[in-house]
């Protein structure tokens, strides 16, 4: 079933087309992978679909989970499921890491007709997902991404995204940054999060992380346009060659 | 004013922008609008006053005569006409009131939906309410058991009747009759207040509190609060105002001092929330306080925490007099303007004695049309040696129609003293808003919490009930200020 399809998109910003009609379908059970030079407009492409304030298409359709995606603000589209992991975190000075996610959490339990957690109920919870992502009692307490090296935003991100329990997840570069240890770590929560209900798109520069997590598709975003797309070995060849060969002027 | 549960829901359910928007009907005694001697003399025999003290009020008349409105503080009114307000009112009682029983429903049931029932319930909470409504005090809660400890915490106009000797000898001590425009107003007309007073020794066993309604239309509010803390006391003492939603402005014009002897130590919390007036910057409250405490004692501490939301014009800087050597006087102030408000507040740091230390940590917090000014002195006289003081001021710009200045006077007269001063000025970045917003956060719930977060050291050093209820309050007060 799809959870998300997009058609034929354009988008342009100061005048300057980054996108020129891409389609993409992801149905649900379904893990795609997003490669692409840098600046071809992959994390574009997730500020639109996360609805981020600027990024409004020139033309083109997106149905999320059977909605019309463009009529969503970003919040209700968090809330009905959709989920973007921060290729750059932001930092929210003084608001306790452990507060912002029972936030969310509750908001999205609302949703979901699940009943509010309360302090201890939520403590225990973020704590147990926490530790599978090797984060620290101590880093929940600090403000959301202040002083947080580059490995412990991005587990950070993932820690988010098992709590919120999104129909949709995508992935912006969340392997940039990481040594190998953390790189399985993060691997490691996706793959447990994945499953016949939910879908993830990894946007990634490198193959690497496509070692951790198998997609069942590989994309290539360039020139504005999805220029190729197949199973897993299309990301070795991109490994082996390079982009030359898929990209114009690259 | 106590963040009890009721409270907090209230807090939650409201619709309205200002939820303490109601007035009461009560049976009111007024005095005739305007101001001379005669009502001086009316109200000074209202409270059956002692002779020292109707003169001390006329005297202060006088030199206000004299005296002009300041007008260099950033913020703009109109002229106030100080013949067309009531400078007395207050709720018809037959007779002295002795317990809680005996004070009209009405007024109960108002504090009530101020959130603060004055049954003993309160026990439980731990804290003390001396209520003032318009001009009068009308009870105060847990007396008994404060005096006990020997806390004398009462309405000022009955310590006048029952300790005269301490109120004479500290009224005015700190802040002089002449020392501005609105204190000496405040010195000739001030109605009631709060006074406490700890002696040597005890820290006082329960947090003191007192509420301020303004409930009258065209009345101001005048009170007058006094704390002596002698030798090795401490005390902790809340504040919390509200007034109902009108058309018109009113006039709210207190003096707070604060003595502090030999290490003794004073903390007080304000939480204001005056009405500011409606979106379009109609009605609200002008609020002027001479606010000022006195490190007399060595090793004595005073510290000012405020979270102001409220008030249409606001003229507010609680002070420190260092005097004691090793004294500490500290300023943590969050300021949220909104709509047309305006707020010219912060505070002085006056070193005299040696080793006298000051921090100040001011939020200034901007959104809608409104101005938001930080104007704080720091001053180390020559006797201070070694004293140290740290400031920063950090100003938040929601929007880019509100703006916020910071204006910093230091006089360093000698050359062993260390002054520091950081002052930054930021703005909720979109990309704070987008983070929250992606996570389901809307718009007034991430504005809120990007908020707190910034005001967060200012924050946690209000008392914890206390915190709670601010912390609503910057949600309210901000709500419409984004998307
Ligand atoms: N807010 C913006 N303002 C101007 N240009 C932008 C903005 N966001 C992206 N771009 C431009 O769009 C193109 C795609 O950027 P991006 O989506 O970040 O690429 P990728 O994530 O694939 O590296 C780049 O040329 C970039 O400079
Ligand atoms: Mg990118």
């Known amino acids: 079933m799809s959870i998300l399809n997009i058609k034929d998109i354009h988008l342009s910003i100061e005048e300057k087309p980054i996108l020129k009609g891409v389609s993409l379908n992801v149905n649900l059970g379904e893990v795609h992978a997003i490669m692409g030079p840098n600046g071809s407009g992959k994390s574009t492409l997730s500020y639109i679909l996360s609805g981020k304030e ?101 587990r950070f991100e993932i820690l988010q995204m098992m709590l919120l329990e999104p129909k949709l997840a995508i992935l912006d570069e969340t392997d940039s940054g990481l040594d190998v240890d953390a790189l399985k770590i993060v691997s490691n929560g996706v793959n447990n999060y994945k499953g016949k209900d939910n879908a993830v798109i990894v946007i990634t520069h490198y193959q690497r992380l ?28 991109i490994e082996k060659n390079g982009y030359a060969g898929i990209v114009d002027a690259a | 004013m106590v963040a ?14 200002y939820k303490y928007g109601f007035s009461t009907k009560v049976d009111v ?155 000496a107003l405040n010195s000739a007309v001030f109605t009631d207040g709060s006074f406490v007073f700890i002696p040597k020794n005890v820290k006082c066993p329960m947090e003191l509190s007192t509420y301020f309604r303004i409930n009258e239309q065209n009345t101001g509010q005048f009170e007058r609060t006094l704390i002596i803390v002698e030798d090795a006391g401490y005390v902790s003492y809340l504040e ?12 709210h014009a207190a003096v707070v001092e604060l003595v502090a002897l030999e290490d003794a130590s004073i903390k007080y919390s304000t939480v204001q929330n005056w009405y500011p007036g409606d979106e379009n910057g109609k009605g609200g409250i002008y609020n002027f306080v001479t606010k000022r405490g006195k490190c007399l004692g060595d090793r004595s501490k005073i510290s000012w925490t405020q979270v102001e939301t409220g008030s249409s014009v606001t003229w507010k800087y609680p002070s420190c007099v260092l005097m004691g050597n090793n004294s500490v006087g500290e300023f943590y102030s969050v300021a949220i303007t909104n709509n047309f408000q305006q707020a010219d507040t912060g505070t002085k740091m006056i070193h005299i004695g040696k080793g006298t230390k000051s921090t100040i940590i001011s939020k200034g917090i901007s959104a809608g049309k409104s101005q938001n000014t930080y ?109």
Request: with cysteine; hydrophobic share 35%.
């Open chain 1, 54 to 154: 600027g990024y409004d298409l020139s033309s083109g359709e997106i149905n999320f989970d059977n909605k019309d995606l463009l009529e969503l603000s970003a919040n209700e589209r968090s809330n009905q499921g959709l989920f973007l992991a921060f290729q750059y975190p932001v930092e929210l000075p003084g608001v306790s890491s452990m507060n912002f996610l029972r936030e969310a959490v509750n908001i999205r339990r609302k949703v979901l007709g699940k009943k509010e957690l309360n302090h201890l109920e939520f403590v225990k919870e973020a704590r147990r997902l926490a530790s599978s992502m090797f984060i620290k009692d101590e880093m929940l307490k600090r403000s959301v991404n202040v002083g947080f090296s580059g490995g412990e935003k991005k």
């Open chain 1, 210 to 237: 496509l070692d951790y997590i198998v997609p069942d598709y590989v994309h290539i975003l360039a020139d504005g346009v999805i220029k190729k797309s197949g199973g897993p070995e299309l990301a070795k060849i």
């Open chain 2, 4 to 17: 009890s549960k009721e409270t907090i829901s209230v807090v939650e359910q409201t619709t309205s922008k």
């Open chain 2, 29 to 183: 005694e007024k005095a005739p609008k305007g101001l001379n001697e005669d009502i001086i003399k009316f109200i000074s025999g209202k409270k059956n006053e002692p002779k020292w003290l109707l003169e001390w009020r006329l005297n202060a008349y006088k030199q206000w005569l004299n005296m002009k409105e300041p007008s260099w503080a950033k913020v703009n009114y109109p002229e106030i006409d100080f013949q067309d307000i009531h400078y007395y009112a207050a709720p018809k009682v037959k007779k002295k009131l002795k317990s809680l029983d005996e004070v009209d429903p009405e007024l109960l049931k108002t504090y009530e939906k101020l959130g603060i029932p004055l049954s003993e319930q309160k026990m439980l909470s731990g804290v003390a309410v001396d209520a003032v409504f318009d001009s009068v005090s009308v009870a105060t809660t847990f007396r008994e058991k404060l005096s006990k400890e020997g806390v004398i915490f009462c309405p000022i106009s009955e310590a006048v009747q029952s300790h005269p000797e301490l109120v004479k000898k500290y009224l005015g001590s700190v802040v002089p009759v002449t020392d501005n425009y609105y204190s």
């Open chain 2, 240 to 251: 919390g105002c509200t007034a109902p939603q009108r058309d018109e402005n009113q006039l």
């Open chain 2, 375 to 483: 104007r704080g002195q720091v001053q180390i006289q020559k006797t201070a040696k070694n004293a140290r003081n740290f400031t920063q001021c950090d100003s938040l710009l929601i929007g880019d129609k509100c703006s916020a200045h910071t204006i910093p006077y230091i006089n360093q007269n000698i050359s062993n003293a260390k002054v520091e001063h950081e002052a930054t000025t930021s703005k909720i970045s979109e990309e704070q808003l987008f983070y929250c917003k992606q996570r389901g956060l809307d718009d007034e719930t991430a504005t809120s919490l990007i908020v707190n977060g910034f005001c967060k050291e200012v924050m946690k050093e209000l008392p914890m009930e206390f915190a709670v209820e601010a912390q609503k309050l910057i949600g309210i007060s901000l709500e419409g200020s984004v998307g």
